[in-house]
C-alpha cells in the first residue's frame, strides 16, 4: 500500500541555520510527490512538487526538494531558514492506481525557529 | 478571487445531531475534496468528487456523506454526530487530480460532545 512517512514529528533550528525536512514514500511507481506548508489556524499551501525530470525542484518562499528514487524521498531543504517560517509541512503522494485516486498526506512536521 | 471557503469557521455539536458543512470555490476546479485533520494524524480524506454530481469514498468516509450539486459547491454532512468526529475540516479543489496543487479552506473546526 502506498504510504508517506515524516520521521521528525518535531524540529528545532536557530534563525539563519539551515533545514532538511525527511519524506519517505512508498509506491511501486515513481508518484507525483508535494510539500505543503500550514501556518497555525489557516489552510495548507503548495510550497513545491515534483512529477518528472528535473530531481531538484524549486519552490516559493526559498525552498528546495530533491527527489531521490533509489532511496524513496523527497526531502525539503531550505540553506536559511527565517522565523517566519515556523510551521507544520507536510509531504503529500499523489496517485492514480488501477484506477484509484490516492492523494497521501504524511503526519507532518512542526518546525520550531529560534531567534 | 475568494479561492476556496468553508462554512461554518467554528461548530460545536451534541451527539447525535446533524450539520452540514459547505464548502465553496470560485476557481472552476473539477475536483474537490474533504478532508479531517487530526493531531499526529495529518490530513486524511473524506470523501471527493471528479466532477458535478459525482463523488467517491476516500480513506475515512464512514459517518460522513457527501454532494455536489454545483460544481462550485462541495457539501459535507454528519447525519449523527459522534466524538470521534472531533476534528478540523478541510476542504480543497484542484484542477486535476492526482498531480494537480491543492488549493485549501481555512477549515472548520468542530466539536462533537
Known amino acids: 500500500a502506498q504510504s508517506v512517512t515524516q520521521p521528525d514529528i518535531h524540529i528545532t533550528v536557530s534563525e539563519g541555520a539551515s533545514l532538511e525536512l525527511r519524506c519517505n514514500y512508498s509506491y511501486g511507481a515513481t508518484p507525483y510527490l508535494f510539500w505543503y506548508v500550514q501556518s497555525p489556524g489557516q489552510g495548507l499551501q503548495l510550497l513545491l512538487k515534483y512529477f518528472s525530470g528535473d530531481t531538484l525542484v524549486q519552490g516559493i518562499k526559498g525552498f528546495e526538494a530533491e527527489f531521490k528514487r533509489s532511496q524513496s524521498s523527497f526531502n525539503l531543504r531550505k540553506p536559511s531558514v527565517h522565523w517566519s517560517d515556523a510551521a507544520e509541512y507536510f509531504c503529500a503522494v499523489g496517485a492514480i492506481t488501477s484506477g484509484t485516486y490516492k492523494y497521501i498526506f504524511g503526519t507532518g512536521t512542526r518546525l520550531k525557529v529560534l531567534a | 478571487n475568494a479561492g476556496v471557503t468553508q462554512t461554518p469557521k467554528f461548530r460545536v455539536l451534541k451527539t447525535g445531531q446533524s450539520m452540514t458543512l459547505l464548502c465553496a470555490q470560485d476557481?472552476?476546479?473539477?475536483?474537490m475534496y474533504w478532508y479531517r485533520q487530526d493531531p499526529g494524524m495529518g490530513l486524511r480524506l473524506i470523501h471527493y468528487?471528479?466532477?458535478?454530481?459525482?463523488?467517491a469514498k476516500g480513506e475515512v468516509p464512514d459517518g460522513y456523506n457527501v454532494s455536489r450539486l454545483k460544481k462550485q459547491n462541495f457539501l459535507l454532512g454528519l447525519e449523527s454526530a459522534a466524538p470521534s468526529q472531533t476534528s478540523v475540516y478541510f476542504c480543497?479543489?484542484?484542477?486535476?487530480?492526482?498531480?494537480?496543487?491543492?488549493?485549501f479552506g481555512p477549515g472548520t473546526r468542530l466539536t462533537v460532545l
Open positions: 476557481m472552476n476546479h473539477e475536483y
Open positions: 468528487s471528479v466532477g458535478e454530481g459525482t463523488t
Open positions: 480543497a479543489s484542484s484542477g486535476s487530480l492526482a498531480y494537480g496543487e491543492q488549493f
